[in-house]
């Protein structure tokens, strides 16, 4: 078994959007075999486990990650996580890696790939983020691997925050900009842990497409339900989005209707579904699969090779 410490090094980020686009094929096949991921409460936080296998691919393996708000101000990631591929005829261990930068890498692509088939342009895109830290850069990473920008806006709790994120960005037109100024826009894409809804109905125009990141666990939201409630909606994993998405708080309070889900981003890549109309709002609910980590591991472990052997078994 080998260890990758740093497999996101050098990752091709185009390559790593085909695959999330590839893994999302197949899940609406229903071509792969993944159950829901397992929360488990512990101080200050929570971890997951999720574990997949996608046959076609020749991969298995699972994906233990946590969740702790609170990290940043003790200089660690809010987000870390620890994966391990199997051999799927053996079940034998041959890697494990160090998953932190490519859990925000998969999950940057999967935006990636709502934005490049529910916006309504692919090209002069105006782009709006609600949030400024990893998982923001993240996204706009991979959607401008895919989609010409023409500009961004972004808002932070953090002023702070909001500068250092536009100094990543020199080679774009970044604008620090208040809450109802950023959602102005074709792509407005929310990264916050936000408990409580940010984003009100009125400022959403019409055509607009959101992705909603933030919100991976029960309680979580950022957007007004009135948003999806007038929206066209779409969810990476139904189980888990009633459970733990964007739309799992309307849900369980009975101000959205699950019967109003419109599809899976696999059925959208399909072709089954999408945007109906150039004025008609859309929401991609992303809670993070696993197949999505295991087809990323398959794009790093194609790269340079910066494993150390370990002994296994």
Not at 24 to 48: C, H, L, Q, T, W
Not at 268 to 278: I, P
Request: with cysteine.
């Amino acid at each position: 078994m080998r260890y990758y410490a740093h497999p996101e090094e050098g990752i091709d980020l185009v390559r790593v959007n085909e695959a999330i686009e590839a893994a999302f094929r197949a899940f609406g096949r229903n071509e792969v075999e993944m159950p829901p991921k397992v929360y488990v409460s512990i101080d200050g936080g929570d971890f997951r486990t999720m574990p997949a296998s996608i046959p076609s691919l020749g991969l298995a393996g699972v994906k233990v990650v946590n969740v702790h708000p609170d990290n940043p101000a003790r200089g660690l990631p809010s987000v870390m996580a620890l994966l391990v591929l199997l051999e799927p005829s053996t079940g034998l261990p041959y890697a494990l890696m160090n998953a932190t930068m490519l859990t925000d890498r998969r999950t940057g692509a999967a935006g990636a790939v709502a934005a490049r088939h529910l916006c309504r342009r692919t090209d002069g895109v105006q782009v709006g983020l609600v949030g400024a830290g990893r998982q923001a850069e993240a996204q706009l990473e991979a959607t401008r691997a895919w989609l010409g920008i023409e500009r961004v806006r972004v808002w932070s709790r953090s002023e702070t925050s909001a500068r250092a994120f536009a100094r990543r960005f020199p080679d774009l037109e970044v604008e620090i900009a208040d809450l109802e100024r950023v959602t102005d826009c074709d792509l407005l894409v929310t990264t916050t842990p936000s408990r409580t809804p940010i984003v009100r109905d009125e400022w959403v125009r019409d055509g607009t497409h959101i992705n909603a990141i933030g919100a991976d666990a029960p309680g979580k939201q950022e957007l007004d339900p009135a948003v999806l409630a007038r929206a066209r909606l779409f969810v990476d994993d139904p189980r888990q989005a009633v459970h733990s998405g964007e739309i799992n708080v309307p849900i369980a309070t009975g101000l959205l209707d699950p019967a109003l889900i419109a599809g899976t981003l696999g059925d959208v890549v399909l072709g089954r579904t999408g945007r109906r109309s150039e004025t008609e709002v859309t929401v991609f609910d992303s809670t993070g699969l696993a197949i999505q980590d295991l087809a990323i591991a398959r794009v790093a472990l194609d790269g340079p090779d910066r494993g150390i052997e370990v002994p296994f078994p």
